[in-house]
T-cell receptor, first 117, second 112 residues
Framework: DTGVSQNPRHKITKRGQNVTFRCDPISEHNRLYWYRQTLGQGPEFLTYFQNEAQLEKSRLLSDRFSAERPKGSFSTLEIQRTEQGDSAMYLC???????????????FGAGSRLTVL | DQQVKQNSPSLSVQEGRISILNCDYTNSMFDYFLWYKKYPAEGPTFLISISSIKDKNEDGRFTVFLNKSAKHLSLHIVPSQPGDSAVYFCAPSYSGNTPLVFGKGTRLSVIA
């Protein structure tokens, strides 16, 4: 197992364009999370999935953001009509999700850095 | 509303000495606390955790202390090594099911 994989690692786009990020979690993990991190801040929760069900969304996740996890495997995070304020590191993480405290230990990917010009 | 506060953005320590990183929280529902370490260009990695039923948890050079009455926890690293230079995040949770809430982090620099 190679851990949590995220692609692309870096995306530069012009304002108004759509971008999509992909996350491949650890195979036996049934929970998958998306976080956003900006300079000088800790990771901020965006949304998470239990298998293919999206269980919670942060108010940070505007209507321009959509996340999917078809078949409970990989996940995509799409940002439509990007704005300069969307520039950030988008982190994906996965966990066992068995309901025990240990299940809340997240394994993060290296992140996808978005730069909106 | 900041539920987690790491009031020291940075900390510089000499190699071999003790590093103490602090974290304060406001939500008394938090009952499990994790520390993550982040190197540049990498995602955060889990370091150590503590349940609210304990006041101390030790793992090698790393020890986390929890003071529930003060809603305060601290991470001690002793002896500090240059490879410990990273950003450290405090991340509490409750019920074992909720997404982690992260502090802003403390950048630790260990000087050889």
């Amino acid at each position: 197992d190679t851990g949590v994989s995220q692609n692309p690692r870096h995306k530069i786009t012009k304002r108004g364009q759509n971008v999509t990020f992909r996350c491949d979690p650890i195979s036996e993990h049934n929970r998958l999370y998306w976080y956003r991190q900006t300079l000088g801040q800790g990771p901020e929760f965006l949304t998470y999935f239990q298998n293919e069900a999206q269980l919670e969304k942060s108010r940070l996740l505007s209507d321009r953001f959509s996340a999917e996890r078809p078949k409970g495997s990989f996940s995509t995070l799409e940002i439509q009509r990007t704005e300069q304020g969307d520039s950030a590191m988008y982190l994906c993480a996965s966990s066992l999700g068995t309901g025990t405290y240990r299940a809340n230990v997240l394994t993060f990917g290296a992140g996808s850095r978005l730069t909106v010009l | 509303d900041q539920q987690v506060k790491q009031n020291s953005p940075s900390l510089s320590v000499q190699e071999g000495r003790i590093s103490i990183l602090n974290c304060d929280y406001t939500n008394s529902m938090f009952d499990y606390f994790l520390w993550y370490k982040k190197y540049p260009a990498e995602g955060p990695t889990f370091l150590i955790s503590i349940s609210s039923i304990k006041d101390k948890n030790e793992d090698g050079r790393f020890t986390v202390f929890l003071n529930k009455s003060a809603k305060h926890l601290s991470l001690h690293i002793v002896p500090s090594q240059p490879g410990d230079s990273a950003v450290y995040f405090c991340a509490p949770s409750y019920s074992g099911n909720t997404p982690l809430v992260f502090g802003k982090g403390t950048r630790l620099s260990v000087i050889a």
